[in-house]
Structure formats: C-alpha cells, structure tokens
C-alpha cells in the first residue's frame, strides 16, 4: 500500500494570503497524483489531477506541482469560499489511496 | 453533465449486509474507458478507497475490505452496486459512488450508513 502524509493537517490563513499544502507519498506515484477539496456536508471536489492540471472549472489559484513522492499544492491568494479541507490521492496503481488532509482555516 | 446518485437503507444491523446502488445519468455508464468506483468516508476522518468496477465487470478491491466487499453493474440500468457484508460499527460512515478516471471527477453526494441494532 502506498501511504500518503499530508501536512500540516491544519492551516490557518488570513483570506488574501497564499496557502501552500505538502503530500508525500512512501513510494513514487509518478505524476499520478490528485488533489480534492472538501467543504462540510458535501462530496470532495476533483481541483488537480496529473499532479499539476487543474480540472474543469477550477480557477487558475489553484495550481498543483511536484512529482514522484513529493507534491505541493498551492492557492494562491484565499478567497473565502477556498476554505475547506483538501485532499491528495495517488493512482500509481489500482490500489487507490488518500492522505488524510489538510483543513485550511481562517486565521 | 454526468450525476451520480447513491441509494440504499440508511440503517444496517450489526453482522448483516450493507447494499448500496449508485445510478449514473448524464451519460451511459459503458461509454469511455471509466472505472466505477465506492468510497466512504467515517463521520470526521478521512477518505478510503472500497473497490471499482469496470463495465466489462472486472473489479479490484481493497485489500483491506476484500473479503467482504462485492461490486456489480447493471449497464441496463446505468446503475452499479456495493454489497458489504458481516458489517460493524465501524462500517459507519458517508458512502460515496464516483467516476473513476484514477482520479475521480464525478461523485455522489454520498449516503450515511449507520450500523447499529
């Protein structure tokens, strides 16, 4: 099983400021690399995939990077509706995993 | 625009099996090269993976859960399943079905399972 660690698991950000998330996986996933965001009650939202390709409708602060075992993603400037908890998932394999999020905050 | 929509008892007893039906509209559940997949997610924690399906019928599973976990597809019906059996508390938890591309562009707006007697 590869095994995905997020960090921090908990960051808090004055809105119009810049967020960075890590993920790390314990083996390589390649480029095979996605990144979801989660608001309470609802089902996670697809942001990036490919490591660094922001799916439709996403709005370009949101930008993911990194390849192999160490990935980042980015907002850029928070807007209030960006606060939320985020996710990474490697497909390198059948075997799908989640780390287990970062929840960005209001500072 | 493809939408997912998760359906089931909201209330299973311990030991008994869990069934969900996850019915895809938009588009047919055998065009493009798509896995389907569950996912649940226990009240505050995080995701995990439960197994896909492809329309050929071929599966994989998480290991974890494989013993107890089987999911089928109806293409007449633009529906696939989840039966979880033996379930416990801890099977508790935001059931999700979703489109599996590797990632998961498509999903459900998940369904609350709640194991108790």
């Known amino acids: 099983e590869i095994v995905m660690t997020q960090s921090p698991a908990t960051l808090s950000v004055s809105p119009g400021e810049r967020a960075t998330l890590s993920c790390r996986a314990s083996?390589?996933?390649?480029?095979?690399l996605a990144w979801y965001q989660q608001k309470p009650g609802q089902a996670p939202r697809l942001l990036i995939y490919?490591?660094?390709t922001r799916a439709t409708g996403i709005p370009a602060r949101f930008s993911g990077s990194g390849s192999g075992t160490e990935f980042t993603l980015t907002i850029s400037s928070l807007q209030s509706e960006d606060f939320a908890v985020y996710y990474c998932?490697?497909?390198?394999?059948?075997?799908?995993?989640f780390g287990g999020g970062t929840k960005v905050e209001i500072k | 625009q493809v939408q997912l929509q998760e359906s089931g008892p909201g209330l299973v007893k311990p030991s008994q099996t869990l069934s969900l039906t996850c019915t895809v509209s938009?588009?047919?559940?055998?065009?493009?090269?798509?896995?389907w997949s569950w996912i649940r997610q226990p009240a505050g924690k995080g995701l995990e993976w439960i197994g896909r399906?492809?329309?050929?019928?071929?599966?994989n599973y998480n290991p974890s859960l494989k013993s107890r976990v089987t999911i089928s597809v109806d293409t007449s019906k633009n529906q696939f399943s989840l039966k979880l059996s033996s379930v416990t508390a801890a099977d508790t938890a935001v059931y999700y079905c979703?489109?599996?591309?590797?990632?998961?562009?498509?999903w459900g707006q998940g369904t609350l399972v709640t194991v108790s007697s």
């Open positions: 979703a489109r599996d591309y590797g990632d998961y562009d498509y």
């Open positions: 938009g588009g047919s559940i055998s065009s493009g090269s798509y896995y």
């Open positions: 399906i492809y329309t050929s019928g071929s599966t």
């Open positions: 083996q390589s996933v390649s480029s095979n």
């Open positions: 490919g490591a660094s």
């Open positions: 998932q490697q497909y390198n394999n059948w075997r799908s995993t």
